[in-house]
């Protein structure tokens, strides 16, 4: 079984590789017993949005008030 | 065409472009250049904007392109994959987040976040964002940047940096769990904005 350090490397690789298959199940089989690596996992999800919503709002600036 | 742009819309640019690359370049005069550069190359070519928000997206186009020449140039001169004080206490507080066993020790467990994305629509909370980005090192918030806001593949960002695989792998996932940390713990953990 993976130990939970392992499972936060494997969450944030997700971001940037396709993981294996075997990667997969032996995370999930992980994270549905760890609710302390599924918080983990869903906030390198919000990580991603909150980068990609910081981009927009410094290259779009304030739209509304167009 | 600058006719149509006050100079304050055009200030306020200037700031938001501005604190975009200081971020990830960590130089005051090379960040001013760089804005300075993409400013003058957008309104120098004598396109028309239908509008402000037309004007800063290209300007902001032209910045990402040379911030990543810049990152270019200087990784000739730094080794990325050297690991800086900084970075170092950064692992050592990571690691102290585990029991031997390498599970979460209880009091390190990654708490719920509730309703994250509510945060988004915070002024405070972008406040707090941006300095957990400035507190991270600056190695590493180079290769998180080019990752996440200048959205390379992690293939292009290792080539670019020279530095191997598993070694951006390594510093993105410093990178996420700093900023994690930082997030919860001066926002998410002390219930966001006292509203
Ligand atoms: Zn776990």
Known sequence: MLTCKEVTHLLSEGQDRKLTVAERVRLEMHLLICSGCSNFGRQMNFLRSACRRYVDRRSRGHDRAD | ?195
């Open chain 2, 1 to 195: 065409m600058t006719a149509n742009f006050d100079s304050a819309f055009l200030t306020e640019m200037r700031r938001d472009l501005l604190r975009f690359a200081r971020l990830q370049l960590r130089d005051n005069a090379l960040a001013e250049d760089t804005v300075q550069e993409a400013i003058a190359g957008a309104l120098a070519g004598g396109r028309e904007f239908a509008g402000r928000s037309a004007l800063k997206t290209w300007v902001f186009a032209i910045l990402r392109n040379k911030i990543v020449d810049a990152i270019r140039e200087r990784s000739r001169s730094i080794n990325v994959s050297a690991l800086s004080v900084d970075e170092e206490a950064m692992d050592e507080t990571f690691d102290g987040l585990f029991k031997p066993n390498a599970h979460w020790q209880p009091e390190s467990r990654p708490a719920d976040w509730g309703d994250p994305e509510a945060a988004l629509n915070q002024e405070q909370f972008w406040a707090v964002f941006e300095t957990c980005l400035e507190h991270l090192p600056a190695n590493t918030a180079r290769v998180f940047m080019m990752r996440e806001f200048l959205e390379f593949d992690t293939d292009e960002v290792c080539a670019e940096l020279k530095i191997s695989t598993s070694n951006c792998h390594v510093i993105l996932h410093r990178a996420r769990t700093g900023l994690r940390r930082c997030l919860e713990k001066n926002w998410f953990a002390s219930g966001g904005a006292s509203c």
